[in-house]
């Protein structure tokens, strides 16, 4: 995928909280818990979209056979 002004690699809170469909405050959450891995540019977050997307991939809920 090429990046572009449009498609940037750095995403911040608002950009990542729109590709995830929440708010702000709960990227910002995750982010300072921890669970979600970011980027410090200066005093700015930045999530790294490859990081967003692995997270995604990582936190899908895994159903097998005996699932409820």
């Given at each position: 995928?090429?990046?572009?002004?449009?498609?940037?690699?750095?995403?911040?809170?608002k950009q990542a909280?729109?590709?995830?469909?929440?708010?702000?405050?709960?990227?910002?959450?995750?982010?300072?818990?921890?669970?979600?891995?970011?980027?410090m540019v200066g005093?700015?977050?930045?999530?790294?979209?490859?990081?967003?997307?692995?997270?995604?991939?990582?936190?899908?809920?895994?159903?097998?056979?005996?699932?409820?």
């Amino acid at each position: 995928m090429r990046r572009t002004e449009s498609n940037p690699r750095l995403l911040d809170c608002k950009q990542a909280a729109q590709m995830l469909s929440v708010s702000t405050f709960t990227i910002r959450r995750l982010v300072w818990s921890g669970t979600l891995p970011h980027v410090m540019v200066g005093r700015l977050v930045r999530l790294d979209l490859h990081d967003l997307e692995a997270w995604i991939e990582s936190s899908k809920a895994k159903f097998g056979v005996n699932a409820v």
